[in-house]
T-cell receptor, first 116, second 112 residues
Framework: SQQGEEDPQALSIQEGENATMNCSYKTSINNLQWYRQNSGRGLVHLIL?????REKHSGRLRVTLDTSKKSSSLLITASRAADTASYFCATADSNAGGTSYGKLTFGQGTILTVHP | NAGVTQTPKFQVLKTGQSMTLQCAQD?????MSWYRQDPGMGLRLIHY???????DQGEVPNGYNVSRSTTEDFPLRLLSAAPSQTSVYFC???????????FGQGTRLTVV
């Protein structure tokens, strides 16, 4: 079964606007990651946030993590047409001791379309 | 570095045929995995390996077999192809468990 549930399933915005995607998950995690997939291509890693972190930035990307709500959000600021892609969250499960099992479980993804 | 290389990129099989999807990485990563991606289903884990000689099942292992004789290679075998195995298959590797995953470009498989 899918660990991550992403919302919205599709998002359409204009260039320059911000895009926010949300991810919820069900079990304890070691970390949560966001990936991007351009049409017909493999996934590319964007950012990783550990379970003891609350916020992380990378360029125009901002990721938050709320482990009490088992949710994360990805914000892309000042979006560009080149940001058009599918975005996936993935969780690395952990055991009670916090060690990762290693398996990444992916959500269904959010399709982002940025119009020029 | 080439990263993660998958072959072939496209394949058409007849029901009942067997084949092997190849995956190789040149980053000396311990962890490798195979996913399938279907419309509306995201990526689902088929099998994974935490090192040479060690493999385990993921979420959807039935109909697939894997082995890991070297650190670099992690082939996925379809034993007797079925139309339900029509999908895009991705191989990925990472340095450690739960770390950043590097993906291949995918194999688009059609079973008729």
């Amino acid at each position: 079964s899918q660990q991550g549930e992403e919302d919205p399933q599709a998002l359409s915005i204009q260039e320059g606007e911000n895009a926010t995607m949300n991810c919820s998950y069900k079990t304890s995690i070691n970390n949560l990651q966001w990936y991007r997939q351009n049409s017909g291509r493999g996934l590319v890693h964007l950012i990783l946030i550990r379970s003891n972190e609350r916020e992380k930035h990378s360029g125009r990307l901002r990721v938050t993590l709320d482990t009490s709500k088992k949710s994360s959000s990805l914000l892309i600021t000042a979006s560009r047409a080149a940001d058009t892609a599918s975005y996936f969250c993935a969780t690395a499960d952990s055991n009670a001791g916090g060690t990762s099992y290693g398996k990444l479980t992916f959500g269904q993804g959010t399709i982002l379309t940025v119009h020029p | 570095n080439a990263g993660v290389t998958q072959t072939p990129k496209f394949q058409v099989l007849k029901t009942g045929q067997s084949m092997t999807l190849q995956c190789a990485q040149d980053m000396n990563h311990e962890y490798m995995s195979w996913y399938r991606q279907d419309p509306g289903m995201g990526l689902r884990l088929i099998h994974y390996s935490v090192g040479a000689g060690i493999t385990d099942q993921g979420e959807v292992p039935n109909g697939y077999n894997v082995s890991r004789s070297t650190t670099e290679d992690f082939p996925l075998r379809l034993l007797s192809a079925a139309p339900s195995q029509t999908s895009v298959y991705f191989c990925a590797s990472s340095r450690g468990v739960g770390g950043e995953a590097f993906f291949g470009q995918g194999t688009r498989l059609t079973v008729v």
